[in-house]
Structures are given as structure tokens and as C-alpha cells.
């Protein structure tokens, strides 16, 4: 394999990593909370069908952002209802939220598009486009360094730099502010947060709309950015990788960026080589293409012993009178 080939490599790891960056971070702030969210599927999947339907009938990528975000906190606010005002069970709610959102997106394509539930193709303005950063030709003919600042730095879309930039603004957020404080608190010992004063149910509600938000931003990117459009099932699994990924990075911000770059490789790697061959044995491309999900199975069998969840998570908190 030469150099360029594997700075293509790294970049469509990039590339491909991006959704399930932002979709790790959105259940980090929920399960940090105490609010375990399995429904970031249903989200992304939400938000990527109200981000291509208002790119399409507007033609700004910026507009089906806007939408795909506020799609995906209407989920969040079904997620949080039935979590925190009614106490349900988190994780029957998160299924629920996932079931709504494939069959409500096909349903809802058929009858807007009559597509098969798909929406029509975009182009122009209402897709995100690479952005080239400056001095690309001057650092491009720095040996070694400037090829990764040409291929894999510069020529992503927007969204690709919001994620990398939400990895320490999370961070800030988390261990350095008074509200990610309390947010850790309320998902290590919710009872103590309560008898400060502080609203559990407000915290918990601001983790689950920070998480709504960062899913739309998942949704959007795939289906404005990533492709152009939307189809049917289209994040395929993706928010259940993103949660195996957040275990794998034990609940924190730049351990998830590494994971969810791991799992971005496996898939890049997939797609370059769908028949990979080693010598005398040839992989097919079916175990190619399941790499990420043979990952996932590894990583949420060998490590879900080892990483130690918040303590409150999946618990509905009462309050005590």
C-alpha cells in the first residue's frame, strides 16, 4: 500500500467517522445524565429525512440543518417525556423512538416524494460542499506533512470541523463548567443533586436536548453532506456503533474520538477492499462489509465488563417527600 493510498484511506475514515462522532457525543451527554439512550438511531434516521426534505424544497443545506436538528428534538423530547416526566423504562422508550422513526420516515417519503420513501437527489446549495482551506498549494509541497494537510485536513465540509470541534467544547463543558458538574452529579448520585437545590429533571431534560441537537447534526450530515439525499434505513445501524464505540471510550470525550475513528477506519478499509487479498487467502467482501459490526460485537463483549457505566444510569429518579 503507498502513501497516497492510505492518506485515502484515513480520509474517508474521516469522512465516515464524522456521524458517529457526533451521535457518541450525543449519548455521552444523555448517558452522563442518567438517561441511557438507545434511540440516537431514530434520531439520526429522523433527522436525515427532515434535513433532505427541506434542503430539497428550499435548496440551502443550512435551512434542512436547521430542520434536521429541530426533527430530531421533537425524538428527544418524546425520549425525555416518557424517561424523566413519566418514568418509563429508557430503554423500551429508545426502541419505541426507533421503530417510529424508520416506519414514520418511509411513510412520510412516500407520500411527500412517492420515491419508495426516498427523497429526490440534491445538489447545488442544498448540499453541504468541501470546503479548501487556505494555503493548500504552498503547504501541499511540504514532503510527507503536506499531503495529509491537502488530502485529509483540508476538503471537508463544514460539519466535519463542527464535530472535531464539539470533541473539546464537550470536554470544557463537562469538566470545567458548573452545569457539566451538575450533570455528571445528577448521573452518579441524582438524590445529593436534589438535596443542593438543583432540578434533576432540568438537567436531565438539558442533556437529552444537547443530545437531540447533535443527532440532528448526525442526520443532516449523512443525508446532505455524506449523500445526497435521503434513502430508506439509510444510518444502518450507525447509532447502535455509536453507542458500542461510547462504551469502548469509557463515557469520555477524547476517547470517543479515537473509537469512533477506529470504527471509521474498519469501514473505509471495507470499501476500498471489498475482496481483500492476502496471499493465499482471498477475504470476501461479505466479511468486508460487516467489519464495523463484527467490531462492535467484540468491543460490547469484551469491554462492557470493564467500563463502568454512571451509576444512575437507566434509573427514573423520584423524589423523595
Same mark, same amino acid.
Not at 469522512?15 to 457525543?25: D, E, S
Not at 438511531?41 to 436525515?48: D, N, P, Q, R, S
Not at 482551506?133 to 493548500?136: A, I, K, V, Y
Not at 437531540?212 to 440532528?216: E, M
Given at each position: 500500500?503507498?502513501?497516497a493510498?492510505?492518506?485515502q484511506?484515513v480520509?474517508?475514515?474521516v ?11 450525543a449519548?455521552?451527554?444523555s448517558e452522563?445524565?442518567?438517561?441511557f439512550d438507545i434511540?440516537l ?5 429522523? =433527522?436525515?429525512f427532515?434535513?433532505?426534505?427541506v ?9 434542512g440543518?436547521?430542520?434536521g436538528?429541530?426533527?430530531a ?5 418524546i425520549h425525555?417525556l ?14 419505541a423512538i426507533?421503530?417510529l422513526a424508520?416506519g414514520l420516515?418511509v411513510l412520510l417519503?412516500?407520500?411527500?416524494f412517492?420515491?419508495g420513501?426516498?427523497t429526490?437527489?440534491?445538489?447545488g446549495?442544498a448540499?453541504?460542499? $468541501?470546503i479548501t482551506?487556505?494555503?493548500?498549494e504552498?503547504?501541499?509541497k ?6 495529509i494537510?491537502v488530502?485529509?485536513?483540508?476538503g ?5 470541523y463542527?464535530a472535531f470541534?464539539?470533541?473539546?467544547l464537550?470536554?470544557?463543558v463537562l469538566?470545567?463548567?458548573r452545569?457539566?458538574?451538575r450533570?455528571?452529579a445528577?448521573?452518579?448520585?441524582p438524590?445529593?443533586v436534589d438535596t443542593?437545590?438543583i432540578?434533576?429533571a432540568?438537567i ?5 436536548l444537547?443530545c ?5 447534526l448526525?442526520?443532516?450530515?449523512l443525508?446532505t453532506?455524506?449523500a =445526497?439525499?435521503?434513502?430508506?434505513e439509510m444510518?444502518a445501524g ?10 469502548f471510550?469509557?463515557w469520555r470525550?477524547?476517547?470517543a474520538?479515537?473509537a469512533?475513528?477506529l470504527?471509521g477506519?474498519m469501514e473505509?478499509?471495507?470499501n476500498r477492499?471489498?475482496?481483500l487479498?492476502l496471499g493465499?487467502?482471498?477475504?470476501p467482501s461479505m466479511?468486508m462489509?460487516?467489519?464495523?459490526y463484527i467490531?462492535?460485537i467484540i468491543?460490547?463483549a469484551?469491554f462492557?465488563?470493564?467500563a463502568i457505566p454512571?451509576?444512575a444510569?437507566? $434509573? ?6
Open positions: 500500500m503507498d502513501y493510498t492510505l492518506l484511506i480520509d474517508s475514515a469522512r465516515l467517522m464524522t456521524p458517529l462522532l457526533f451521535a457518541c457525543l449519548g455521552l451527554y452522563r445524565a442518567g438517561i434511540g438511531e431514530g434520531k439520526m434516521l429522523m =433527522a436525515a427532515v434535513s433532505a426534505s434542503a430539497f424544497a428550499t435548496g440551502s443545506a443550512w435551512l440543518l436547521i430542520a436538528v429541530a426533527g428534538l421533537g425524538m428527544s423530547l425525555g416518557a424517561s424523566i416526566t413519566l418514568r418509563g423504562n429508557q430503554l423500551i422508550s429508545g426502541v426507533n421503530f424508520s420516515t417519503g412516500q407520500k411527500l412517492g420515491l420513501g426516498r429526490p437527489q440534491l445538489s446549495n448540499r453541504f460542499l $468541501e482551506l487556505p494555503f493548500t504552498t503547504i501541499g511540504i514532503p510527507v506533512l503536506g499531503p494537510y488530502e485529509v485536513i483540508s471537508q465540509t463544514v460539519l466535519v463542527i470541534l464539539c470533541v473539546p464537550t470536554w470544557w469538566y470545567r463548567t452545569f457539566g458538574l450533570l455528571r445528577v448521573g452518579e448520585n438524590a445529593s443542593a437545590g432540578s434533576v432540568r436531565r431534560y438539558a442533556a437529552v444537547i437531540g441537537v447533535l443527532c440532528g448526525a442526520g443532516a450530515y443525508a453532506a455524506l =445526497a439525499g435521503f434513502v430508506k444510518t450507525r447509532g447502535y456503533i455509536a453507542l458500542a464505540a461510547l462504551i471510550a469509557k470525550p477524547w476517547y474520538l479515537f469512533t475513528f470504527f477506519l473505509a478499509i471495507s477492499f471489498p475482496d487479498n493465499p487467502v482471498t477475504v466479511f462489509n460487516a467489519l464495523p467490531l462492535t468491543i460490547l469484551g462492557v465488563g470493564r454512571p451509576r444510569g437507566g $434509573e427514573p429518579y423520584v423524589k423523595e417527600r
